[in-house]
């Protein structure tokens, strides 16, 4: 089954760039979407289309994608950027499967 | 302002049919290019997708779950809903419910989440 692979943990101080990578096999064909979810809260889309930010989304919060290789930036990280990120796609085998990375805890200290 | 939120039974015992409703408020479940998903979360684990189901009453689902779930909708009722039958405690986990959309070009992600609804299974 298709697989989105994102490290487990990413730390940065304050005001520093945390990036967060997620890779997958189909990324070339397909669109990869973040989501932030804080602790006892459901997940908020933060990136969509790979790039694009929702409205209401703050500007620090950017995404880029290159073969199969999907990131999202956050340009001067805030303490209240502490979360775990999912990224999210679906698969190119005719399935449309959506799947999730196993997600990634971002600690901002 | 879209709104989705979850219903139903907080334990289910082993062996037996989860069933979920979503109740979508704030606008027609049948309208505009949308589909309505399933996702859960078991405590401290991460995101996994159930399956979705579209305005024409199409579904995928999830290969791992394929063979135990059905996604169903009732636009009168303006809910969709999940049964996964046979549980086993593993299925235990907060659900959510989510909107997702669609164009000509792509089948894109969720971007209305309902505020999710634990489910224990336990006999």
């Known amino acids: 089954s298709y697989e989105l692979t994102q490290p487990p943990s990413v730390s940065v101080s304050p005001g520093q760039t945390a990036r967060i990578t997620c890779s997958g096999d189909?990324?070339?064909?397909?669109?990869a979407y973040w989501y932030q979810q804080k602790s006892g809260q459901a997940p908020v889309l933060v990136i969509y289309e790979d790039s694009k930010r929702p409205s209401g989304i703050p500007e620090r919060f950017s995404g880029s994608s290159s073969g199969t290789m999907a990131t999202l930036t956050i340009s001067g990280a805030q303490v209240e950027d502490e979360a775990d990120y999912y990224c999210y796609s679906t698969d190119s085998s005719g399935n449309h499967s959506g799947v999730f990375g196993g997600g990634t805890k971002l600690t901002v200290l | 302002q879209v709104q989705l939120q979850e219903s139903g039974p907080g334990l289910v015992k082993p062996s037996q049919t989860l069933s979920l409703t979503c109740t979508v408020s704030g606008g027609s479940i049948s309208s505009g290019s949308y589909y309505w998903s399933w996702i859960r979360q078991p405590a401290g684990k991460g995101l996994e997708w159930i399956g979705r189901?579209?305005?024409?009453?199409?579904?995928n689902y999830n290969p791992s779950l394929k063979s135990r779930v059905t996604i169903s909708v009732d636009t009168s009722k303006n809910q969709f809903s999940l049964k996964l039958s046979s549980v086993t405690a593993a299925d235990t986990a907060v659900y959510y419910c989510?909107?997702?959309?669609?164009?000509?070009?792509?089948?894109?992600?969720?971007?209305?989440w309902g505020q999710g609804t634990t489910v224990t299974v336990s006999s």
């Open positions: 989510a909107r997702g959309w669609t164009d000509d070009y792509a089948l894109h992600g969720m971007d209305v």
């Open positions: 189901i579209y305005t024409s009453g199409s579904t």
């Open positions: 189909a990324l070339p064909k397909k669109y």
